[in-house]
């Protein structure tokens, strides 16, 4: 049964229709459209305020695990501090210089959206450090490789069930923006066979995930707006916590300038300049070899520092072997009982998934892991074997000492 109070008219339907073919008309040469949107399964388009790559919007949104992002920190877990970027910020802030960039080359922006905001939802709990761990323990026990990109379009295709479109899932498959690049070029992706050749492929070679190419260039702009999203946030939060001060924090010959807001709004518009109406992203060579020196000194400063990584090499590391080793055996063994059931494999936002139950034990123990908080990770391990509980206190620096 229709209601008229949320039912569109024929010629209200034609009004917005229009609209968006106006739109469209405007888009480059170079644009994914919406009507070139690839899906899995049959899918309603019926709906004259939603094109393609605005219902993956709404999909990778609306979902639980988005939630989660907010409880995930970027760089420094172990700080009990209000202005640390976590990876629901993250999201956002890669969107909305995604979507500058997209829109000042006539590209499609809902498309860049939709990359952005689901790119980094598989991330685990503990960042870049929680990933390395959980990588290490899954080819111990599987042989295979864990990277959060490949994860991010499992956990929205397959764990969470979403319908999302291909060059969505592609742009985040190949988002990876650990390796800047001079030139960014589009690298074809026909079907969904052909992005689970990639998956596979990253799931067998370790390193293979940082080679992949987006198949649009609004996955490209994506891919270059994950580093200019971090590449200067990461020294705020490194300023916020005390491992840069006043001094160390400023960068003073670099042509990108000396603050974060300055490397996103001349290195954004140095990459517009050089790629106005071109079949590729590009950025002038002394442009691409500023950014390579803010991310050298990045690694030099921050990622190597204690702050970084001492904690989990301390106590993460032995407490994520130990919950995995424990899940492994409950999946193994069916056993309703435990967490990984009832709070993942059983959970609501899983409901209508029943496929998911046939996965291998490992991926669903490495599911579930990774789909962690940093808080919820902690309080788990210490319900499950409160005679080794790891107080606060030994793990995080307060915010008052």
Same mark, same amino acid.
């Given at each position: 049964?229709?209601?008229?109070?949320?039912?569109?008219?024929?010629?209200?339907?034609?009004?917005?229709?229009?609209?968006?073919?106006?739109?469209?008309?405007?888009?480059?040469?170079?644009?994914?459209?919406?009507?070139?949107?690839?899906?899995?399964?049959?899918?309603?388009?019926?709906?004259?305020?939603?094109?393609?790559?605005?219902?993956? #919007?709404?999909?990778?949104?609306? !979902?639980?695990?988005?939630?989660?992002?907010?409880?995930?920190?970027? #760089?420094?877990?172990?700080?009990?501090?209000?202005?640390?970027?976590?990876?629901?910020?993250?999201?956002?802030?890669?969107?909305?210089?995604?979507?500058?960039?997209?829109?000042?080359?006539?590209?499609?922006?809902?498309?860049?959206?939709?990359?952005?905001?689901?790119?980094?939802?598989?991330?685990?709990?503990?960042?870049?450090?929680?990933?390395?761990?959980?990588?290490?323990?899954?080819?111990?026990?599987?042989?295979?490789?864990?990277?959060?990109?490949?994860?991010?379009?499992?956990?929205?295709?397959?764990?969470?069930?979403?319908?999302?479109?291909?060059?969505?899932?592609?742009?985040?498959?190949?988002?990876?923006?650990?390796?800047?690049?001079?030139?960014?070029?589009?690298?074809?992706?026909?079907?969904?066979?052909?992005?689970?050749?990639?998956?596979?492929?990253?799931?067998?070679?370790?390193?293979?995930?940082?080679?992949?190419?987006?198949?649009?260039?609004?996955?490209?702009? #994506?891919?270059?707006?994950?580093?200019?999203?971090?590449?200067?946030?990461?020294?705020?939060?490194?300023?916020?916590?005390?491992?840069?001060?006043?001094?160390?924090?400023?960068?003073?010959?670099?042509?990108?300038?000396?603050?974060?807001?300055?490397?996103?709004?001349?290195?954004?518009?140095?990459? *517009?300049?050089?790629?106005?109406?071109?079949?590729?992203?590009?950025?002038?060579?002394?442009?691409?070899?500023?950014?390579?020196?803010?991310?050298?000194? !990045?690694?030099?400063?921050?990622?190597?520092?204690?702050?970084?990584?001492?904690?989990?090499?301390?106590?993460?590391?032995?407490?994520?072997?130990?919950?995995?080793?424990?899940?492994?055996?409950?999946?193994?063994?069916?056993?309703?009982?435990?967490?990984?059931?009832?709070?993942?494999?059983?959970?609501?936002?899983?409901?209508?998934?029943?496929?998911?139950?046939?996965?291998?034990?490992?991926?669903? *123990?490495?599911?579930?892991?990774?789909?962690?908080?940093?808080?919820?990770?902690?309080?788990?391990?210490?319900?499950?074997?409160?005679?080794?509980?790891?107080?606060?206190?030994?793990?995080?620096?307060?915010?008052?000492?």
């Amino acid at each position: 049964m229709t209601n008229p109070l949320f039912e569109f008219s024929p010629d209200e339907a034609a009004y917005l229709k229009d609209g968006y073919e106006a739109a469209q008309s405007l888009l480059s040469p170079y644009a994914t459209r919406h009507e070139d949107a690839v899906f899995e399964r049959p899918d309603d388009d019926s709906d004259p305020m939603r094109p393609a790559f605005v219902r993956d #919007v709404d999909r990778i949104l609306n !979902n639980a695990f988005y939630n989660r992002c907010m409880d995930k920190t970027q #760089v420094f877990p172990f700080y009990k501090n209000d202005d640390l970027t976590r990876r629901s910020f993250h999201l956002q802030l890669v969107s909305q210089t995604a979507r500058k960039i997209a829109g000042a080359l006539r590209l499609n922006v809902a498309l860049a959206e939709a990359i952005a905001l689901g790119h980094d939802m598989g991330h685990t709990p503990f960042g870049h450090g929680g990933e390395y761990i959980l990588n290490n323990l899954y080819r111990e026990h599987a042989g295979r490789c864990f990277n959060h990109n490949v994860h991010s379009v499992r956990l929205l295709r397959t764990v969470a069930g979403r319908n999302l479109s291909l060059q969505t899932l592609n742009g985040m498959l190949c988002h990876c923006g650990e390796k800047a690049f001079l030139e960014y070029r589009p690298e074809p992706c026909e079907d969904f066979d052909a992005l689970e050749g990639m998956m596979e492929r990253c799931y067998c070679v370790p390193g293979a995930s940082q080679d992949l190419r987006p198949s649009t260039l609004e996955g490209c702009v #994506v891919r270059i707006c994950d580093i200019l999203a971090y590449m200067g946030k990461d020294r705020q939060d490194a300023l916020s916590i005390g491992v840069l001060d006043d001094q160390s924090y400023y960068i003073e010959d670099n042509i990108l300038g000396r603050t974060n807001w300055e490397f996103i709004k001349n290195a954004s518009a140095n990459i *517009v300049k050089n790629s106005l109406e071109r079949d590729c992203l590009a950025m002038d060579q002394e442009v691409f070899d500023a950014i390579i020196a803010i991310k050298d000194l !990045n690694n030099e400063q921050i990622y190597q520092s204690d702050a970084a990584h001492k904690t989990l090499d301390a106590h993460i590391r032995p407490m994520m072997a130990r919950l995995y080793e424990r899940f492994l055996r409950d999946v193994e063994a069916a056993d309703e009982s435990s967490y990984v059931f009832r709070h993942h494999v059983n959970a609501w936002m899983m409901k209508g998934n029943e496929s998911y139950r046939a996965q291998d034990a490992n991926a669903i *123990v490495v599911d579930y892991i990774a789909s962690m908080t940093d808080e919820y990770f902690i309080d788990l391990y210490n319900k499950l074997y409160p005679d080794d509980a790891v107080p606060a206190e030994k793990l995080y620096v307060p915010h008052f000492k």
